[in-house]
């Protein structure tokens, strides 16, 4: 008799929404079983045109209760774009401002969910899919081992997403990507290697960058391409397979200045939300071909909404922007700045520290409880802010050298970062080592980080060892021999020469450069970190359930061949 109950109250909560609302509906509430979790996994957007407010609410509220998840606005892990049973698509890219339907995304009619709680199982959704194919000109069925259409960075608002459990196909001049904001966050210490940790390995799957603006993520098994020479990848508008010395004037730079000083703000206050969409903004008026003259204008580029054409506006006509003077006269935002570029704090240790009536540097040195690595970001604190010259990076890279090569004749090093990317200043400095022979690198990442310690180069640990795989990293502080010289960071690792290619891309950057080498390996089935290339990845959402198998890549070269982009030396990857 309960089960009986339960179907009943599920079809009234489906299809008769005003019943329903009249109704005690203790069964909403309720959490269903296990054996219920049907919608694990599963992610809606649920569009609300020609969708009853009431209705609307009972869908979320049993897609919940069924263990799937409802976002309020299309995301890179959304699996459904839910429609009134109605809808069509004409109507969808209107409601949505888009040229062309959503390619990436299943479409489904609301009629898919009524149907899943009445059979309390995730049906097949065939048959309620609605027909977003019909508005794309010319396309034809591909699947995504054999796609021929162009693939275009995140930078882009094309984007030639063929995966096979949409049976879908290239898509085409659309800007559903300007609806599919990924999870923003600041990136790792902002520091001059601008390497980020791999997609695969932080939560939610990605890491977002200002100009990286969408893409759905495979939920089946990636095919794995066709890493011939002979294959010649249609690259489009990815950057990686761009030169960054190609001639761009940022003809808008006026506005850009001011939104990088929000977006430095909102980074201090851990507001990543608001700091990615402001990244995204800058990334589409960089790109923009002529200076702002209006709001529609604004509010035309690629992922700006009303509210921020506003602040462009703003800055546009008068040359200011009224939350930005705000936040430059507002005293804790200031301090929050000024504790988050303290060495080993973040925006949630500076807000403590704020928190606990702490507001200069010499507070946090007499009355906070700092760990080791912030006594030191505190005590040289305006020596780590301060960047380089060209030429002491150069020193430091030759220091490390001579003392390795002393240790184990024949090895290899390198200085990565801008260094590397050819910048005339660095704000550290990160060396590879490694041996070619194979095995000779072994043993000495000790010997090597306690011979400079010996010579007094090395003044202090930040993190005295870190182990990654197959790979040694020290993180600390160096100062070269002389009169007023600067403590500078520097950051050491070993790898084994097998790994090495794909740790020089790693180490070389730019984080820009890397996010879209990580992104073109995804949409391949491949996945790329500073230990290897690998093909054959399968994926499902932003887990990866099968590692793949790893490509021999025993130079740089051999990683961009791999992947079909046209090899970029270090100096023509500063994006």
């Not at 109950?5 to 109704?23: F, G, I, M, S, W």
């Not at 700091?275 to 690629?302: C, D, M, N, V």
């Not at 060892?465 to 950051?491: A, F, I, S, T």
């Amino acid at each position: 008799m309960a089960q009986r109950k339960r179907t009943h109250d599920v079809y009234v909560e489906t299809l008769n929404p005003n019943r329903a609302k009249r109704q005690k509906r203790s069964s909403e509430s309720a959490s269903a079983s296990p054996g219920e979790k049907f919608l694990c996994g599963t992610v809606l957007f649920l569009l609300p045109a020609g969708i009853q407010k009431t209705r609307l609410q009972l869908f979320k509220t049993q897609v919940a209760k069924y263990g799937g998840l409802v976002e309020d606005s299309v995301t890179d892990r959304t699996t459904h774009f839910v429609v009134d049973d109605s809808m069509t698509v004409e109507r969808m890219c209107k409601i949505m401002k888009i040229d062309t339907p959503p390619l990436d995304t299943t479409v489904v009619k609301s009629a898919w969910l009524s149907a899943c709680f009445r059979a309390k199982e995730k049906v097949d959704c065939d048959s309620f899919k609605l027909d977003v194919c019909s508005l794309a000109p010319g396309a034809t069925p591909t699947s995504a081992s054999d796609s021929k259409g162009p693939l275009t960075d995140h930078t882009s608002a094309a984007d030639a997403e063929t995966e096979s459990r949409h049976h879908q196909f290239p898509k085409v001049g659309v800007m559903w990507n300007a609806f599919k904001p990924q999870p923003g966050g600041r990136e790792e210490e902002d520091v001059d290697s601008d390497y980020v940790p791999s997609d695969d390995d932080q939560p939610g799957g990605s890491t977002s960058g200002a100009a990286d603006t969408g893409g759905s993520t495979s939920t089946s098994a990636d095919t794995t391409p066709n890493t011939s020479p002979e294959k010649k990848l249609p690259v489009g508008k990815w950057i990686c397979a761009q030169s960054s010395k190609a001639p761009k004037a940022n003809l808008n730079e006026h506005i850009t200045s001011k939104l990088e000083d929000m977006v430095k703000n909102y980074e201090s206050t851990n507001d990543k939300w608001r700091a990615f969409g402001y990244q995204k903004a800058i990334a589409a008026l960089r790109k923009h071909p002529k200076e702002i003259t209006s709001w529609e204008e604004a509010r035309s580029l690629q992922g700006v909404g009303s509210k921020l054409a506003d602040k462009i506006w703003e800055i546009a006509q008068s040359g200011e922007l009224r939350k930005l003077n705000e936040f430059q006269s507002s005293e804790e935002i200031q301090v929050l700045k000024l504790f988050t570029d303290v060495w080993g704090a973040g925006p949630t240790t500076a807000r403590t520290w704020y928190q606990q009536g702490f507001r200069t540097l010499e507070d946090l040195k007499t009355k906070a409880n700092l760990t080791h690595q912030q006594k030191v970001g505190v005590r040289i604190y305006d020596d780590l802010l301060d960047r380089m010259p060209r030429e002491e990076a150069t020193e430091i890279g030759r220091i490390v050298h001579d003392a390795a090569e002393a240790i184990q004749p024949g090895i290899l090093t390198q200085v990565c970062g801008s260094y590397r990317r050819g910048k005339a200043d660095c704000g550290d400095v990160d060396v590879l080592v490694t041996h070619p022979d194979g095995h000779s690198e072994k043993g000495i990442f000790a010997k090597l980080v306690q011979r400079l310690k010996d010579t007094g180069f090395l003044t202090d640990d930040l993190v005295s060892v870190e182990d990654n795989g197959n790979q040694k990293k020290y993180l600390g502080v160096c100062k070269l021999p002389g009169v007023n010289r600067k403590h500078r960071r520097l950051d050491i690792i070993v790898v084994p020469y097998e790994e090495y290619a794909c740790a020089l891309v790693y180490f070389t950057g730019s984080a820009h450069f890397n996010r879209s080498l990580r992104h073109l390996c995804k949409k391949m089935g491949m996945s790329l970190n500073e230990h290897a290339l690998k093909k054959g990845v399968v994926r499902k959402g932003a887990e990866k359930i099968y590692e793949g198998t790893t490509v021999p890549t025993p130079t740089e070269e051999s990683v961009f061949t791999a992947l079909g982009v046209p090899f970029r030396p270090p100096e023509e990857r500063d994006h």
